[in-house]
């Protein structure tokens, strides 16, 4: 009954289901992530070949951990959503559909959290890993 | 009513059409095959369009090349020494540059969507225009920031 009912705005019939809000979460990440790309590929620039102990003190910088954490957390956002379409897009099968998807899930959380902790990391200074990780 | 002449031995009638252009849908009605990549005629909006999701996917696999570089930093200067001498070499300085390429075209293209989705730029003229002018760009900026790495000396081969 549920997959019968229509929702219209402006006379426009919309997505029943999660549809349309993947739709937009997908544009707002692109949104933010189009001033951020061109910031990141001016980091890169100054980056490039600078060394271990410049990329250390790049890292010193507040505002270059917090805009590089909030690229990776947006990237790996929208990095998961267009990944889930292209799977959506060829993989029919649901078995496959639904472990490919949550293997992407899986890494994109992996790359998310520990991204993020390695840059809290350089921008507190601490000490290299695996400093009071065991070995 | 068919204006333009069928080619080969295709048939109005679908019952007796051997192109493979007609189905039969599930509920029994023949109905024309839908559009696929193999029969659609080349376009520069769908090259642009494949073209993004090909430079998206490949940004993922940079995605965890960029994170690899961040667990070498964390991990000290032997790790990140480890890291530049494979990602310095010929070879890595070409994988860097298929990322920078991959994430201008990306970049472009995603802007490109964007104006598309703000319902602007649909006419066939101005999104073709908008095509070509997305992948140029992207190339262009690409080989531009290589070009200026190698003259201001930050990376040689």
């Known amino acids: ?135 | 009513m068919s204006t333009s002449p069928l080619p080969g031995d295709a048939s109005n009638d679908p019952t007796d059409d051997q192109t493979g252009r007609f189905v039969v849908q599930p509920n029994g009605r023949v109905r024309p095959l839908s559009p696929h990549l193999q029969v659609w005629r080349w376009h520069v909006t769908m090259a642009a369009s494949i073209l993004n999701r090909m430079t998206g996917g490949a940004l993922s696999v940079g995605a965890v090349i960029v994170f690899l570089w961040l667990m070498a930093l964390a991990f000290g200067p032997e790790a990140y020494a480890t890291f530049t001498g494979w990602m310095g070499s010929p070879l890595g300085l070409l994988v860097w540059f298929g990322l920078t390429l991959a994430l201008c075209l990306h970049l472009a293209g995603g802007v490109r969507h964007l104006i598309w989705d703000a319902a602007v730029g649909l006419s066939p003229k101005t999104a073709d225009a908008l095509s070509w002018a997305s992948m140029i760009g992207g190339v262009v900026v690409a080989v531009a920031f290589w070009a200026f790495l190698f003259s201001s000396g930050r990376v040689v081969l």
């Open chain 1, 1 to 135: 009954m549920s997959r019968e009912t229509k929702a219209f705005v402006k006379g426009v019939k919309v997505s029943d289901r999660h549809g349309a809000g993947e739709w937009s979460a997908e544009r707002l990440s692109s949104l933010i992530l189009v001033p951020l790309t061109l910031w990141g590929l001016w980091s890169g620039f100054t980056l490039s070949g600078a060394g271990y102990d410049a990329a250390l003190d790049w890292f010193r910088s507040p505002v270059n951990a917090v805009l590089l954490a909030l690229t990776l957390l947006v990237s790996v956002w929208h990095m998961q959503m267009g990944l889930k379409v292209i799977v959506d897009d060829y993989i029919h099968k649901p078995g496959s559909r639904g472990a490919l998807l949550g293997l992407i899930g899986l890494l994109c959380i992996l790359i998310a959290a520990a991204g993020v902790f390695f840059i809290v990391r350089l921008a507190l200074g601490s000490a290299p890993l695996p400093a009071g990780f065991g070995i």
